[in-house]
């Protein structure tokens, strides 16, 4: 193959509906119309009721005349047991739509609601790759978060509470029908969330442009993401009502999303879906920390595709050999989350040596390891933990 040869395998790419600037967020009302919505289920959290964001989704609703209910009841790494509660008052209401205002966790519970509602069966049972018989609701969402990227993936993850884990549940029907995506929204977060959220998303982009589900497609949103991440993130640290700081790194966010929906994921994830399931972590602030050790264990297995992100975050590759390059590139990522006020180690979050194994044990189980470039063994990922704490 020639170094200018382009792969022509079969590919697929899928994505929602999205529209992309300041106040598209106010356009719920009207889209919920156009989809046919009669009684839309709003899904979101208690922080969000505390921002104007609720308040102005309901006057658009109210300006098309549709009814509504609000569920709200819904946490950090969101729980299987509200999945089931709240497709309870959506069979219950008679609601034809789901309207979903909030970050990762609201936009995955909302997606979780909307297949039990209409396949009737406990969340636990879609767990894995194309497990949904029925087509969801539709379903409409509203980031309010510059990372996650829930809002356009085809992705849901759920902690399954009493086995300690989160679920990964993969399908088409996961993707939402429109996704309304608004930087306006983001100055309503703190530097912490900001930081860890755009944490996820440089992982996101990481993991898609290494994954061995890569396409010509999502390596053009991977790397677009890295760049605009690591060019604008801190500047919404230090001037948190930058919009167009904010604007670059929501469509970060949004181009990592596309990429990793489309390629998949790795061991950063696996892992950091076990401890988030185990301890109740926030989904950024783990992939934080274990990114730059994921690094350093995958490098050998894609060492031109590091490369290439070394020098999206302006490591000057070109005299170095590859463990000089690995070197600089994890040292980055250490240096770039310290500076964005990610500085905890995994002791650090009450990880321990002794449940070390039980944490490799659900994570070996994730699909997410599918697509790693280095296919890992358990006592791979063991061993990643162990440098992470």
């Given amino acids: 193959m020639k170094s200018d040869d382009i792969l022509l395998e079969l590919r697929k790419f899928v994505a929602p509906e999205y529209i992309f600037g300041v106040d598209a967020r106010l356009l719920a009302g009207s889209y919920c119309k156009k989809l046919g919505a009669e009684r839309v289920f709003v899904a979101t959290d208690a922080g969000i009721r505390k921002t104007p964001w609720l308040g102005e989704l309901e006057q658009s609703l109210q300006e098309e005349e549709i009814d509504y209910i609000v569920f709200d009841d819904i946490s950090q790494n969101p729980r299987d047991f509200q999945v089931m509660a709240g497709a309870r008052v959506y069979k219950e209401k008679q609601c034809n739509l789901i309207l979903a205002i909030g970050g990762g966790s609201v936009m995955d519970c909302a997606k979780g609601i909307g297949i039990v509602a209409t396949n009737n069966k406990r969340i636990n049972l879609f767990e894995g790759i194309d497990k949904i018989l ?58 912490y969330l900001t930081a860890c959220t755009g944490m996820d998303a440089l992982s996101h982009a990481f993991e898609a442009f290494v994954s061995n589900a890569n ?137 321990t040596p002794d449940i070390i194994p039980a944490l490799s044990k659900k994570a070996i189980m994730d699909p997410c390891n599918a697509t790693n470039p280095k296919p890992p063994v358990s006592k791979d990922l063991e061993v990643i933990y162990k440098e992470a704490l």
Wanted: glycine residues 6%; hydrophobic residues 40%; charged residues 15%.
């Fill in 215 to 351: 396409s010509p497609f999502t390596d053009l949103y991977a790397l677009e993401a890295i760049k605009l991440v690591h060019e604008n993130l801190m500047i919404n640290i230090e001037e948190p009502n930058n919009i167009q700081a904010r604007g670059k790194t929501m469509l970060g966010s949004l181009y990592a999303g596309l990429a990793f929906s489309n390629a998949s994921l790795g061991c950063v994830h696996s892992l950091a879906h076990s401890l988030g399931g185990y301890l109740d972590l926030p989904h950024g602030e783990c992939n934080a920390i274990l990114l730059p050790h994921v690094v350093d264990f995958n490098f050998n297995s894609a060492p031109d595709r590091y490369r290439k992100i070394a020098g999206m975050v302006g490591i000057e590759t070109l005299n170095l050999s590859n463990n000089q390059v690995k070197s600089h590139l994890t040292q980055y990522l250490i240096s770039f989350r310290n500076a964005l006020g990610i500085k905890d180690t995994l002791k650090d979050k009450s990880v």
């Fill in 134 to 191: 029925n087509p969801s609701p539709p379903i409409i969402c509203i980031p309010t978060t510059g990372g996650t990227s829930a809002d356009v993936s085809q992705f849901a993850i759920i902690n399954y509470f009493e086995q300690k884990y989160k679920m990964a549940i993969i399908s088409k029907a996961l993707v939402p029908d429109v996704a309304l995506i608004d930087p306006f929204v983001l100055q309503s977060m703190d530097n």
